[in-house]
């Protein structure tokens, strides 16, 4: 298990920063602040690295322990259709961590470039209480609502 034992300092030093007011947050440089965006981006994608290979693992334990031949095309036989369902649910699972950690590497690269925190639609920087809260936001709160409404 020792490998999904996070950086012990980079986690405290994380947590320091999501506990900082916002009226905090607002006053570090922007050096500071990407700074913390960084480390929380490379703790939440080793979290969602670790998520997928759980999940991945656990979906082969469930293929390995079902019967083989038996599940694989007999709907009809209740264990196997619900070791079916277990399964299908931790890849589904495993591939949204898999899409979280694609998001994240967008973030990253766009802080590699200088273009994070800029809203994909409307160009406007998006608040930093917002991109703590989600650090792989692409767009402002108000484009993200537009979307679903014109209010
Ligand atoms: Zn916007």
Redo the contacts with the bound molecule.
């Keep these: 298990m020792t490998q999904y034992i996070q950086d012990e300092s980079a986690q405290a030093r994380v947590e320091e920063y999501l506990n900082l007011p916002d009226e905090d947050l607002e006053k570090l440089s922007d050096s500071e602040f990407l700074e913390g965006q960084t480390e929380l981006l490379n703790l939440e994608r080793a979290t969602y690295l670790a998520q997928a290979s759980a999940l991945k693992a656990e979906a082969d334990t469930i293929a390995q322990e079902s019967e083989p031949g038996d599940t694989q095309f007999d709907e009809e036989s209740g264990e196997g259709g619900t070791a079916t369902i277990d399964r299908e649910r931790d890849l589904a699972l495993a591939a949204q961590a898999r899409a979280a950690v694609e998001e994240i590497d967008g973030a990253i690269r766009k802080i590699n470039h200088k273009t994070y925190g800029v809203?994909e639609?409307?160009h406007?920087p998006i608040p930093r209480a917002r991109l703590r809260a989600l650090p792989y936001a692409r767009?402002?709160v108000?484009?993200k609502e537009g979307g679903l409404s014109k209010r």
Excluded: A, E, M, S
């Design positions: 809203c639609v409307c406007n767009l402002c108000k484009c």
